[in-house]
Structure formats: structure tokens, C-alpha cells
């Protein structure tokens, strides 16, 4: 089993960010489903913050996305579309695309 974060970091509760695709490549070459799963762990943890807030972690595991026939872009496509649903019903509202340099004020 590889565990891969296809956005690669930690990023503010409410937004997502580009997803990288060698996870999905690792998947696609390997010959094995990607298995999805989102959680609200940033709304108690702080990227750059040292106190974590008490609260109740939530979590969804999505059904496994086959590989077989497509491509690493497709797989990355489908993770992405299910974890835009998953993060909206986790926090009630639709994730906004985070660009990277924003938080530091580069953007």
C-alpha cells in the first residue's frame, strides 16, 4: 500500500489546491485502483500553527477508482471531482482553488 497527498500540503480550511499527478501515475503504471479520502483536519490543525483547536475530525473514504484503460491525468480528474464533492459536503460549502504564493502574499 503507497499513501500519496496529491495536493502535497496542507492548505486553509474551505480551499484546494492543484493536484500533482505521480501519485496517480505511480497508480496507473502499477496496475492498481486509487482509493480517495478526504477529511476536515485542517480546521483543527493550522498549517503553520503550533496549538491544534479541539473539535471532532471528520472523514470520508471514497470508492476505489479504477486505473484500467486511463490515463494519470483521468485517474487525477476523478480523485479531484470526488474530493471537490467530498470537501463540499464535509464543510458546507464548495472549496475555492488555492493558488500557490497566495498565503504569502505573492500571488
Not at 503550533?50 to 473539535?55: A, E, I, S, T
Amino acid at each position: 500500500m503507497v499513501v500519496g497527498f496529491a495536493g502535497g500540503t496542507r492548505l486553509p480550511p474551505g480551499t484546494m489546491g492543484r493536484f500533482g499527478v505521480g501519485g496517480a501515475r505511480l497508480a496507473v503504471d502499477a496496475g492498481v485502483p486509487v482509493v480517495p479520502v478526504a477529511h476536515n483536519a485542517g480546521s483543527f490543525w493550522a498549517k503553520r500553527g503550533f496549538l491544534k483547536r479541539p473539535g471532532v475530525i471528520k472523514m470520508l473514504i471514497g470508492a476505489k477508482i479504477s486505473t484500467q484503460d486511463l490515463s494519470a491525468t483521468a485517474v487525477n480528474q476523478q480523485a479531484y471531482d470526488w474530493m471537490t464533492s467530498s470537501m463540499t459536503q464535509l464543510e458546507g460549502k464548495t472549496p475555492v482553488q488555492f493558488n500557490k504564493g497566495e498565503q504569502r502574499g505573492e500571488s
